[in-house]
């Protein structure tokens, strides 16, 4: 491919572009991504995780052009054009996200019903990014399609979502280099060397690049349990969450033209809840405590298994009402007891939001399909990464702590008092 520049990265060295990728990058739409970031409120856990979603769809179309490449070379695909939408289509995978990521997105679905990738949708389509695509020939409904896995061609789908996608090889290195967990290094190298695409037109690997494989599923495992799931992230994220879902009706932060979701940024929104004051005294609080790091303390913690009576039921009015249900117990006002359930596949979705069931190989020219279940490591923490969390403020510790004995029982608690923790 003829490029036009690159830029140098911390995880892949040098990450090169071409002229339509520059001219993308340069738009007020794709450098809004610089100030979101990519993991919310880690930051307040680990300093160094500053990065933002600006560098992961950097990092994403590197690496997908790297599978695309590779992939033209084996004959798989017909020409460096379809590289090039590939790129495009990794490039812009994130376009839109809004701030605090999935955070808001959480906010977003249970408002409207609407995903990042339904307003990446409508960016890609009805904003600068479809002129420019257009003018190199480019459709941006194909690259659309593409970026949310909505191809025909279900290999390509694959390459930007899923279980051998470039967003996963991005994102685990680069959180575990910003984060300086040790969990996200993976060998993506052996992994899209090994790159094959069988006769149902889905994508395979080679039985010799299976190891590989693993570790980066038990990466992504240890990642979650170690950054993503940590109590004190959440900490952060649920105040994030609370705190603009009570200023949603005031602000009106789900209820947007396009034109303005754009102008949404991380800062932006915690200007915006702050500058609400006594009229929404909760929301502004929450706001404030977040930015000074002045963080809700955890005080009971549970992984959840299909035994367990609450497994498969903590949805966001159940978790409401237990919520008060403690609160109540312990004589504090409802909005001080915050009770949170983070779920996730141990496994990554397919294109089609499903869970990983099984694999494709490819040994000696012979393709076939392994189940999970096949694979004792994957089986072993196959199915969802479920914790049911409390929270509370610091000085209510003590009354909240004995009201979860009275309700839930003794088992599994967390009650520290760490100055830092």
């Known amino acids: 491919m003829k490029f036009a520049g690159e830029i140098t990265d911390p995880v892949h060295r040098y990450i090169q572009f071409t002229d339509v990728e520059r001219e993308l990058l340069d738009t007020a739409t794709f450098q809004r991504l610089r100030r979101i970031r990519q993991l919310a409120g880690a930051h307040l856990v680990y300093p160094s995780a500053q990065h933002s979603r600006f560098e992961h769809s950097l990092g994403t179309m590197h690496i997908a052009g790297y599978a695309g490449e590779t992939l033209l070379t084996k004959g798989y695909l017909i020409d460096e054009d379809q590289v090039q939408e590939l790129r495009l289509a990794a490039l812009l995978h994130d376009i839109g ?21 339904d307003l990446g949708r409508q960016v890609i389509c009805r904003t600068e990014i479809n002129d420019i695509l257009g003018r190199y020939g480019y459709s941006s409904s194909n690259v659309c399609k593409l970026s949310f896995g909505e191809s025909r061609v279900k290999f390509l789908n694959e390459l930007i979502a899923g279980g051998l996608s470039a967003d996963i090889m991005d994102y685990l290195p680069r959180d575990g280099f910003f984060t300086g967990a040790e969990y996200g290094k993976i060998d993506y190298h052996r992994l899209i060397a090994s790159f094959e695409v069988i006769s149902n037109g889905q994508l395979a690997i080679n039985r010799s690049a299976l190891y590989s ?46 034109d303005e979701y754009l102008s949404l940024t991380d800062e932006s929104i915690l200007d915006q809840i702050s500058s609400i004051g006594g009229t929404n005294s909760i929301a502004a609080e929450l706001a404030k405590d977040y930015r000074e790091r002045r963080l809700l303390k955890c005080v009971y913690e549970k992984f959840l298994h299909k035994r367990d009576r609450f497994y498969g039921k903590m949805d966001r009015q159940a978790l409401r009402e237990l919520g008060s249900q403690i609160a109540r117990t312990a004589r504090v006002k409802e909005n001080s007891v915050f009770v949170d359930a983070s779920r996730t596949p141990s496994m990554p979705l397919t294109p089609t939001k499903k869970e990983i069931r099984s694999i494709f190989l490819v040994d000696k020219e012979r393709a076939y399909e392994t189940p999970i ?28 702590n004995q009201s979860i004995k009275k309700i839930l029982g003794d088992e599994e608690f967390l009650y520290r008092h760490e100055k830092y923790g």
């Open 373 to 400: 279940s096949e694979i004792p490591l994957f089986d072993s923490i196959a199915g969802f990464l479920d914790m049911l969390r409390v929270y509370t403020k610091s000085q209510y510790r003590d009354e909240v």
């Open 213 to 258: 494989f693993e570790s980066m599923l038990i990466s992504r495992y240890e990642m979650f349990k170690a950054v993503y799931f940590h109590k004190t992230v959440r900490s952060a994220e649920v105040m994030l969450l609370h705190s603009m879902i009570s200023a949603d009706d005031q602000l009106k932060l789900t209820n947007r033209s396009l």
């Open 97 to 117: 996200h809004g701030p605090f990521s999935h955070l808001f997105e959480e906010m977003l679905e249970a408002k409207s019903n609407l995903t990042h990738e």
